[in-house]
């Protein structure tokens, strides 16, 4: 039906044009209409595709793949090989590599020596995004001095030199039998001495017992290096390499004992590799299996379990880092983003005979070169790779970069507010509902009581716990794994608060307690 207007003149327009002249008339009308607007349609979006490429450079969501993620490094003689590894894994997953000296605008840096000195200046510039695997004070845990003083659970009795002497002393006569070797930061020279033959007047060493009854495998001595990945310091979060671990062992067997031998009982660079080992040999050359798989087999076969000796493994690594919670708050307040580090470092532990467990000592940047040992390659790419996963560093749902960050439209769609959202039951309670009840316990959790920062933190939580692939979150500990209020007088505010996010998630679903 014509509209009225149409229709009032419709007899003139009809004598004028004639009825099929007419309609023609109308349809060109409406057809010309229908151009136009999409033609207005077109040009709008042209005019903010522009804009935005004035703006950004790239497409929305499109990083350039010329200027797109960067990593750059941070080491000596970094193209000599022994960081390939890492270079091949941010290669797969698109990263390219630039310089921290022609450009500030990266998204990574790997850090293979220490930042915060030489470098300090640009660790204190860095911008909001950028990532860094390393953290502020981490010297704390891997100083060698400083660990095996440090009174930590199977951690092997230690003295420095020459402070504690006369302790030292006092154990010695306490234990007649017991064996001691010296050690320094450098980690050489390392060699069971009598007493009298130490040297206890020279600062910067320690002497610490030595475990003389290791745990053997076919007559070799061995120690087991367990890849950690510190995500956050306040509140804590740490995860294990849990899929494999490093095995090393001593290149001769232990007896007959010679203490003047130290390829029987000191694990160098040279060491013996696993499938080497006969017993080992079959289960990693001819069946394949990896080198926690073979270990734990052997274990078995002996007719022990394994089980409690990864638990104490973890449980001391978790205690190392609480110990020291406290000084690397300290030494990380003085830099701006604090989401902006995390760190990988390989705790080494020896066994004895009853497979008690020994921390060693605690590596910062551990050798991830297969150079000597071509097998390892795949380990350690699959470590490092777990690494980048596990902090968002290697993603696949969304592309960005520092000049092209996602926005809130995509980070939601990863994780929202609703997805950390925890006791809906205590959060819908009238006591929850008052208007003070963000200062109780119980309501603390709940939307109205977090602010942006707890909303970020719990966010990171939440996607290290969907990205932990071949990784395993030892502290918070697991619901799975203890009875959260058992430790509730042990943790800080943070960590508790952290704690008990962790369990409301488990309440809610079952996959969330492991």
């Keep these: 039906m014509l509209p009225d207007v149409f229709r009032m003149e419709d007899s003139f327009l009809l004598r004028v044009f004639g009825r099929g002249r007419f309609s023609s008339l109308i349809f060109s009308v409406l057809v010309l209409g229908l151009v136009i607007t999409a033609l207005n349609i077109w040009q709008l979006s042209s005019l903010q595709a522009q804009h935005y490429l004035q703006e950004h450079g790239t497409p929305e ?32 997953a698109g990263y390219r590599r630039g310089s921290y000296n022609t450009s500030s605008d990266w998204d990574l840096m790997w850090a293979h020596d220490y930042p915060f000195k ?10 909001k995004g950028q990532r860094i695997n390393k953290f502020p004070g981490s010297g704390f845990i891997t100083n060698k001095v400083n660990l095996a003083t440090s009174g930590i659970k199977n951690v092997p009795p230690a003295f420095s030199i020459p402070g504690e002497k006369g302790q030292l002393l006092k154990y010695a006569r306490r234990f007649p039998d017991k064996l001691f070797v010296q050690k320094s930061n450098n980690h050489r020279g390392i060699q069971i001495q009598g007493l009298s033959d130490l040297d206890l007047t020279t600062e910067g060493s320690f002497v610490q017992e030595y475990i003389s009854n290791p745990f053997l495998v076919d007559g070799y001595k061995f120690d087991i290096g367990i ?21 090393r062992f001593c290149p001769e067997k232990y007896h007959p004992f010679d203490a003047r031998n130290k390829n029987k009982y000191v694990v160098q660079d040279d060491y013996l590799p696993s499938w080497k080992i006969p017993s080992f040999s079959k289960y990693m050359k001819e069946l394949g299996f990896s080198f926690t798989d073979t270990l734990n087999t052997y274990i078995r076969g002996l007719g022990k379990d394994p089980a409690n000796m990864w638990e104490e493994m973890y449980s001391t690594i978790a205690e190392v880092y609480l110990k020291h919670e406290e000084m690397f708050i300290k030494a990380m307040s003085h830099y701006p983003h604090k989401e902006a580090f995390f760190e990988m470092v390989r705790f080494d532990f020896v066994l004895d005979e009853n497979l008690n467990v020994f921390l060693m000592e605690a590596n910062m940047s551990p050798n991830l070169s297969s150079a000597h040992f071509p097998a390892n390659k795949l380990l350690y790419e699959q470590v490092i790779h777990s690494v980048l996963k596990l902090v968002g560093v290697v993603q696949g749902s969304i592309r960005w970069d520092l000049l092209h960050p996602a926005g809130n439209a995509a980070n939601d769609m990863v994780v929202a507010n609703k997805d950390v959202m925890t006791f809906p039951e205590l959060c819908s309670s009238p006591q929850c509902q008052e208007t003070s009840s963000c200062n109780l316990e119980n309501c603390d959790l709940c939307l109205k009581c977090l602010k942006e920062s707890d909303l970020d933190m719990l966010k990171a939580a939440w996607k290290e716990q969907v990205n932990r692939h071949a990784t395993r979150r030892i502290f918070p500990v697991p619901p799975s794994r203890v009875n959260s209020t058992q430790v509730r007088g042990t943790l800080s505010k943070s960590n508790w608060k952290m704690q008990r996010w962790f369990q409301g998630k488990c309440n809610m679903d079952i996959n969330w307690c492991s």
């Design 227 to 247: 890849y950690t990945t510190l995500t956050s310091i306040d509140p804590l979060r740490i995860y294990v390499h849990h899929s494999d671990a490093l095995l």
């Design 61 to 92: 969501g499109q990083p350039d793949p010329e200027n797109g993620q960067t990593y750059v490094v941070y080491a000596r003689h970094p193209d000599t090989g022994y960081l390939q590894h890492v270079y091949n894994v941010l290669d797969r």
């Design 118 to 127: 030489k470098i300090k200046d640009k660790m204190l510039a860095m911008k």
